[in-house]
């Protein structure tokens, strides 16, 4: 009996020692591989505590096959990129239409680390002078409205360093939008999704898009009266728009960030 006991102590000793072996030997170690790689495996415990074939490739987190020290040894990498550039001129004169930026992939990612996003977003603007400099003589029309953030982008000074017309702002009450104001899910249309019908929203008048000499944007309302009905398209999809009712002029706006916007 004596004899059966030790050789049972040694026979457990064995494989705790070999399970310890096995777990400090690290299965993925040197073996990290990118993408779906068949030929990137060991035999080493996964991570589903079977001890067998198993794999360090990227793939192996969907197929779940992956070695028990996958994450430790081969650490998921995300996307990084570079700043955006700097925001393109209006891609056409005299009328709304887009601005361009673009960044680039400085490391792609790796071992199921974050996916890149978007290399270019596009945002609604409006250029006031033509092709040879000179002003464009815009016609009357609806208001042309985007995102609260196009102002912040808006230059404050003149080339002088002179302060420019701080402008002022309109409120107005939303009457009726077009259900395509909500179905876009580019970047530069997520703004629209906050234009809702019976809300107050604020429009903010201000350089470039203030008219010369008369201190108005276009259709803003300041002419018409509290019961006309006004329209007003959103710059970066001609398909949002619809009409709302002037309620005052103001100084500066009160109304919340996603309700705030800005004449183009």
Known sequence: MMGSSVELVCALLVIYTLG????????????CCRGRD????????????VYGTCYCDESCIRTKDCCFDYFTVCPGQDCAMNDWSFWSGCT????????????RIEQEPTNSG????????NAGCMEYRDHQGNHCGLDSGPAFITSVEFGKA????????????????????????TPHCTVENRPHTLWMRYIAEGFKVCVTCEPPAIRNNSRSCQGDGQ?????????????GN???????????????????????????
């Open 20 to 31: 310890k072996n096995h777990l400090v030997s690290g299965g993925c170690s040197g073996k």
């Open 238 to 264: 001609p398909q949002c728009r619809g009409t709302w009712k002037k309620i005052q002029k103001t100084q500066q706006c009160s109304c919340p960030p996603q309700h705030s916007f800005v004449f183009i």
């Open 38 to 49: 068949m030929s990137c495996f060991t035999t080493d415990w996964r991570m589903d505590r």
């Open 154 to 177: 808006r230059p404050k000074h003149d080339s002088y360093g002179n302060p420019l017309d701080p402008g002022f702002c309109v409120e107005f009450t939303l009457e009726s939008r």
């Open 114 to 121: 974050e996916p890149c996003p978007s290399l270019e977003e």
């Open 92 to 103: 056409k004169f005299c009328q709304p239409s887009v601005r361009v930026r673009v960044r």
């Open 223 to 235: 002419e018409s009266s509290k019961e006309a009905l006004l329209h007003w398209q959103a710059v």
